[in-house]
């Protein structure tokens, strides 16, 4: 990861973050965190940057993202 990071630093490439809060200027953006993985590691939906709209289950975001007409899982 540091490795990463610094390539992008250096190629001037945005944080991820900062896309995602691009892309929520410019239109109609959510983002979900992964309710399972939330467990796991014992957090809350207040632990997380406020760029997360919902944490959510698998069924759950498959639900939300079926209508929707780009939907990206990372």
Known sequence: APAM???MREKHV???M???T???ELGELRVHACGM???LFGM???DLEDIV???TGVAGFIGDAQDAKIT???
Do not use: N, Y
């Open 37 to 39: 993985t939330m467990e």
């Open 44 to 46: 809350q939906q207040s």
């Open 14 to 16: 945005p944080s991820w």
């Open 53 to 55: 709209d919902e944490v």
């Open 18 to 20: 900062d896309t995602l």
């Open 22 to 24: 691009q892309a929520k």
């Open 72 to 74: 990206l899982f990372i």
């Open 5 to 7: 990071l610094a390539a």
